[in-house]
């Protein structure tokens, strides 16, 4: 059966049956909407006939037509604020999307608002539509609290792959002049507003071109889930081919945000991905035997409307092989299997990752948009010009050094524009830089403007302060176009004028270097910092105890997806070892290598082994911070380590039972190196990583070189250890950097070079004096 045919048949059903409220009755006590009912969906009379089932219907049971139900909030859509009705701009829309293999049977609207006293006093009304159709209106009276929640049904046929909801006051042309009055006449659409859908899935048939259907859409705004599953004996070849596809689909994913479970010799119970040598078992399910590396696509045998994908191969470069071919898309219509031929894989260079703006040159923001964004805002009300991007977060300049910005804008000429009280914000990462006037500034600018000349300003050098630059960044420009008193109100829904930024305007990282102290763990949540450096993980060894759980291989892949997300570039030279070797290549890999490693506290034979020349250990139940020599505490107090905090770490980890979290070290195969370790009490305390990973109050508290999150108390950071100098630095620019650091003892050391200097002058001018004083011991 074709999808377009179940569509229509599963959108008729829904259009023929009324779709109810869990709790109508409470919810119609509460709140009176004007609603339309399903049953007044109109059907045309050639669709009114019943439609006969096609044949392998009757033979399918229902089971294998698996309905899911999920939820759509007007933040994961975009809108992390919410949206807000106010001054002019009393009607607004978001877009939303859905996966293209799903077809709605039930839809909800869980409407929270949030309206302003002065609008709430006059009774007016909300008006909703979806797809431009009719959903009904709300009252924005007054309420007991400061939210009003309301539930609204939605015809299930209206909800299609993508969809436009529009909020409209009804009262807008009254409030449309009440210029001054603007910000006490709002309605806020709340961020948690959201859409609970119940949906039928569909069988796309098992075909590779469509992946990476139905793993995951790119036409769903909700987080991904996927499974991996693995034979009883995962080998860490397997593991390292399933970093390299997680780390791509991190990168589909983008702002979404995905996760990975993992089976042991167990079978996905919907989609899933299973990697493993030929003839293997997994879950009862024989991997085809090859000799080449293989994909093929398989119907689950629990559900045929659920797909298997397996990647098979005998090797490590087989597995990898097939893994990079299956990134690569491209895949002819119908291809069920396909064998793999050998791949030439690029290998990145250093600060390559093409999601993060280049050092070498000057970036035109109109480079860093996106496809759908433009840098042209219409209108009097819009919404501010947002350009995002990433960079490397080791970037660094003298004090006193700044980035320089340039700007190119204009503003539309209109003679009911108050110039005086208009001008372009500038925000980055939510912190104001400047407002920028329509005219230039100054006295002599004034007066040439009133006698008639040009003065307005369109172009600006912004000096960034460079500790405003993160891993992930946000710069937003907004035309904030003020009216005259003396213009009529109909200009204020004015469509037709365009603020503009300039194509050639630029922000210039070209004089930064790449320079930073390691460990450092807010690089590493942030962007994979230092294993990203090369953003294919060519110089990162992935290390996993010797018999690693499902929730560390899971871990790791969360991880992998996070560094894809970051770079833009997948895992494609990445190395996974079970154990820490003592011998041979895996040996000498790893000191040539920075290892992210993934473990908890029962591991116990492994975690000492990693741990041995680091300032932390572990044993069976604890994990703790390794007390410091007397010499290490001198050191550290001549070097000015004064903020060191490994007392108060170890107080921490030894209060808390439950706990998950962080640490780095410098590696003891080779200090130029970084170990970062993920490490939970238990496995399901390691399993949380990834949520907490996805609020950005945890990213932001995660620093230094150990971090522990614990539910109650969310995360604590410490720095334990020392500090270590990584980067691009001529020798004698870091002569200078170390005076700078250590000025405690350079001022130490400067005590003593003069106390030498000084005592050894003050012999020499007391045996000068006796000389003079006493000629006739002269040559005595």
Same mark, same amino acid.
């Given at each position: 059966?074709?999808?377009?045919?179940?569509?229509?048949?599963?959108?008729?059903?829904?259009?023929?049956?009324? /779709?109810?409220?869990?709790?109508?009755?409470a919810?119609?006590?509460?709140i009176?909407?004007?609603?339309?009912?399903?049953?007044?969906?109109?059907?045309?009379?050639?669709?009114?006939?019943?439609?006969?089932?096609?044949? /392998?219907?009757a033979?399918?049971?229902?089971?294998?037509?698996?309905?899911?139900?999920? =939820?759509?909030?007007?933040?994961?859509?975009?809108?992390p604020?919410?949206?807000?009705?106010?001054?002019?701009?009393?009607?607004?829309?978001?877009?939303?999307? @859905?996966? +293209?293999?799903?077809?709605?049977?039930?839809?909800?609207?869980?409407?929270? @608002?949030?309206?302003?006293?002065?609008?709430?006093?006059?009774?007016?009304?909300?008006?909703?539509?979806?797809?431009?159709?009719?959903?009904?209106?709300?009252?924005?009276?007054?309420?007991?609290?400061?939210?009003?929640?309301?539930?609204?049904?939605?015809?299930?046929?209206?909800?299609?792959?993508?969809?436009?909801?529009?909020?409209?006051?009804?009262?807008?042309?009254?409030?449309?002049?009440?210029?001054?009055?603007?910000?006490?006449?709002?309605?806020?659409?709340?961020?948690?507003?959201?859409l609970?859908?119940?949906?039928?899935?569909?069988?796309?048939?098992?075909?590779?071109?469509?992946?990476?259907?139905?793993?995951?859409?790119?036409?769903?705004?909700?987080?991904?889930?996927?499974?991996?599953?693995?034979?009883?004996?995962?080998?860490?070849?397997?593991?390292?081919?399933?970093?390299?596809? +997680?780390?791509?689909?991190?990168?589909? !994913?983008?702002?979404?945000?995905?996760?990975?479970?993992?089976?042991?010799?167990?079978?996905?119970?919907?989609?899933?991905?299973?990697?493993?040598?030929?003839?293997?078992?997994?879950?009862?399910?024989?991997?085809?035997?090859?000799?080449?590396?293989?994909?093929?696509?398989?119907?689950?045998?629990g559900?045929?409307?659920?797909?298997?994908?397996?990647?098979?191969?005998?090797?490590?470069?087989?597995?990898r092989?097939?893994?990079?071919r299956?990134?690569?898309?491209?895949?002819?219509?119908?291809? !069920?299997?396909?064998? /793999?031929?050998?791949?030439?894989?690029?290998?990145?260079?250093?600060?390559?990752?093409p999601?993060?703006?280049?050092?070498?040159?000057?970036?035109?923001l109109?480079?860093?948009?996106?496809k759908d964004? #433009?840098?042209?805002?219409?209108?009097?009300?819009?919404?501010?010009? =947002?350009?995002?991007?990433?960079?490397?977060?080791?970037?660094?300049?003298?004090?006193?050094?700044?980035?320089?910005?340039?700007?190119?804008?204009?503003?539309?000429?209109?003679?009911?524009?108050?110039?005086?009280?208009?001008?372009?914000?500038?925000?980055?990462?939510g912190?104001?830089?400047?407002?920028?006037?329509?005219?230039?500034?100054?006295?002599?600018?004034?007066?040439?403007?009133?006698?008639?000349?040009?003065?307005?300003?369109e172009?600006?050098?912004?000096?960034?302060?460079?500790? @405003?630059?993160?891993?992930?960044?946000?710069?937003?420009?907004?035309?904030?176009?003020?009216?005259?008193?003396?213009a009529p109100?109909?200009?204020?829904?004015?469509?037709?004028i365009?603020?503009?930024?300039?194509?050639?305007?630029?922000?210039?990282?070209?004089?930064?270097r790449?320079?930073?102290?390691?460990?450092?763990l807010?690089?590493?949540?942030?962007a994979?910092?230092?294993?990203?450096?090369?953003?294919?993980?060519?110089?990162?060894?992935?290390?996993?105890?010797?018999?690693?759980?499902?929730?560390?291989?899971?871990?790791?892949?969360?991880?992998?997806?996070?560094s894809?997300?970051?770079?833009?570039?997948?895992?494609?030279?990445?190395?996974?070892?079970?154990?820490?070797?003592?011998?041979?290549?895996?040996?000498?890999? @790893?000191?040539? #290598?920075?290892?992210?490693?993934?473990?908890?506290?029962n591991?116990?034979?492994?975690?000492?082994?990693?741990?041995?020349?680091?300032?932390?250990? =572990?044993?069976?139940h604890?994990?703790?911070?390794?007390?410091?020599?007397?010499?290490?505490?001198?050191?550290h107090?001549?070097?000015?380590?004064?903020?060191?905090?490994?007392i108060?770490?170890?107080?921490?980890?030894?209060?808390?039972?439950?706990?998950?979290?962080?640490?780095?070290?410098? =590696?003891?195969?080779?200090p130029?190196?970084?170990?970062?370790?993920?490490?939970?009490?238990?496995?399901?305390?390691?399993?949380?990583?990834?949520?907490?990973?996805?609020?950005?109050?945890?990213?932001?508290?995660?620093?230094?070189?150990?971090?522990?999150?614990?539910?109650e108390?969310?995360?604590?950071?410490?720095?334990v250890?020392?500090?270590?100098?990584?980067?691009?630095?001529?020798?004698?620019?870091?002569?200078?950097?170390?005076?700078?650091?250590?000025?405690?003892?350079? +001022?130490?050391?400067?005590?003593?070079?003069?106390?030498?200097i000084?005592?050894?002058?003050?012999?020499?001018?007391?045996?000068?004096?006796h000389?003079?004083?006493?000629?006739?011991?002269?040559g005595?």
């Amino acid at each position: 059966m074709s999808i377009k045919l179940c569509q229509l048949l599963l959108a008729l059903t829904v259009m023929t049956s009324p /779709v109810m409220a869990e709790d109508t009755t409470a919810m119609e006590s509460q709140i009176p909407l004007n609603l339309p009912t399903p049953d007044a969906v109109a059907v045309p009379d050639s669709l009114s006939a019943p439609i006969p089932a096609p044949a /392998v219907a009757a033979s399918v049971p229902s089971v294998l037509i698996p309905g899911n139900v999920s =939820s759509i909030s007007v933040a994961q859509m975009g809108q992390p604020r919410g949206i807000m009705l106010s001054g002019g701009q009393l009607q607004a829309g978001i877009d939303f999307t @859905l996966p +293209a293999d799903q077809v709605i049977t039930n839809a909800q609207l869980f409407l929270n @608002l949030k309206v302003s006293p002065a609008m709430a006093a006059r009774n007016t009304t909300l008006q909703l539509m979806m797809n431009g159709q009719p959903l009904g209106t709300v009252p924005l009276g007054s309420a007991d609290s400061d939210v009003s929640n309301y539930q609204l049904e939605i015809p299930a046929a209206m909800v299609v792959s993508s969809n436009n909801i529009s909020f409209k006051i009804n009262d807008g042309d009254a409030l449309l002049c009440l210029r001054d009055l603007s910000d006490k006449y709002q309605v806020t659409i709340m961020p948690n507003t959201r859409l609970e859908l119940e949906g039928q899935q569909l069988n796309i048939g098992s075909d590779l071109s469509h992946f990476p259907r139905p793993f995951f859409d790119s036409m769903q705004m909700t987080p991904a889930s996927v499974e991996f599953a693995f034979p009883a004996k995962t080998r860490p070849e397997q593991v390292s081919a399933a970093a390299l596809v +997680a780390s791509w689909l991190g990168i589909e !994913a983008d702002y979404r945000g995905i996760s990975f479970n993992v089976l042991n010799d167990q079978l996905p119970e919907k989609n899933g991905i299973l990697i493993g040598k030929p003839g293997e078992q997994i879950g009862g399910l024989t991997l085809p035997e090859t000799q080449k590396p293989m994909l093929q696509i398989i119907d689950n045998p629990g559900n045929p409307v659920y797909k298997l994908l397996l990647v098979v191969g005998n090797s490590d470069q087989q597995l990898r092989a097939a893994a990079w071919r299956l990134t690569q898309g491209k895949f002819n219509l119908q291809t !069920a299997s396909t064998t /793999v031929e050998n791949q030439t894989i690029p290998v990145s260079k250093a600060y390559d990752a093409p999601r993060w703006i280049s050092t070498e040159h000057p970036v035109r923001l109109s480079e860093l948009m996106r496809k759908d964004q #433009s840098l042209t805002a219409t209108g009097i009300w819009h919404d501010s010009l =947002s350009v995002a991007f990433r960079a490397a977060p080791d970037l660094f300049l003298w004090d006193g050094e700044t980035i320089p910005v340039k700007l190119g804008y204009r503003f539309p000429m209109e003679n009911w524009i108050d110039e005086e009280r208009s001008y372009l914000s500038l925000t980055l990462n939510g912190t104001f830089l400047h407002n920028l006037p329509v005219n230039k500034q100054g006295a002599l600018e004034t007066l040439w403007r009133k006698v008639g000349g040009d003065a307005r300003q369109e172009a600006y050098n912004l000096a960034l302060e460079p500790y @405003l630059i993160y891993g992930d960044n946000q710069l937003s420009l907004y035309f904030n176009i003020q009216t005259k008193e003396s213009a009529p109100c109909s200009v204020l829904l004015n469509n037709n004028i365009k603020s503009r930024i300039s194509e050639d305007s630029s922000i210039d990282l070209s004089r930064t270097r790449h320079f930073s102290l390691l460990p450092n763990l807010s690089y590493f949540v942030g962007a994979s910092f230092p294993f990203s450096r090369f953003a294919d993980f060519a110089h990162t060894v992935l290390l996993l105890p010797e018999n690693p759980t499902e929730a560390e291989i899971s871990t790791l892949l969360n991880m992998a997806a996070r560094s894809g997300n970051a770079t833009g570039t997948s895992l494609n030279n990445n190395t996974v070892m079970f154990g820490v070797p003592t011998a041979g290549a895996n040996l000498q890999r @790893l000191e040539q #290598s920075h290892v992210l490693s993934v473990s908890t506290i029962n591991q116990s034979t492994f975690n000492r082994t990693l741990l041995a020349q680091s300032p932390f250990t =572990s044993n069976e139940h604890s994990f703790s911070v390794r007390e410091r020599s007397v010499w290490q505490k001198i050191q550290h107090w001549v070097e000015g380590d004064w903020s060191s905090k490994g007392i108060a770490a170890d107080r921490y980890f030894s209060s808390n039972e439950a706990w998950r979290g962080f640490v780095s070290f410098p =590696s003891q195969w080779n200090p130029e190196y970084f170990v970062v370790m993920a490490i939970g009490s238990t496995d399901e305390q390691l399993s949380r990583l990834q949520t907490d990973l996805s609020l950005a109050r945890i990213n932001a508290g995660i620093r230094g070189d150990a971090a522990i999150i614990t539910d109650e108390n969310g995360v604590r950071s410490f720095r334990v250890g020392q500090q270590f100098p990584s980067g691009q630095m001529p020798w004698y620019m870091m002569v200078v950097w170390y005076a700078n650091q250590h000025s405690a003892l350079l +001022a130490i050391l400067g005590l003593l070079f003069a106390s030498i200097i000084g005592l050894s002058l003050y012999a020499l001018l007391k045996k000068r004096a006796h000389i003079r004083l006493n000629p006739q011991d002269d040559g005595k």
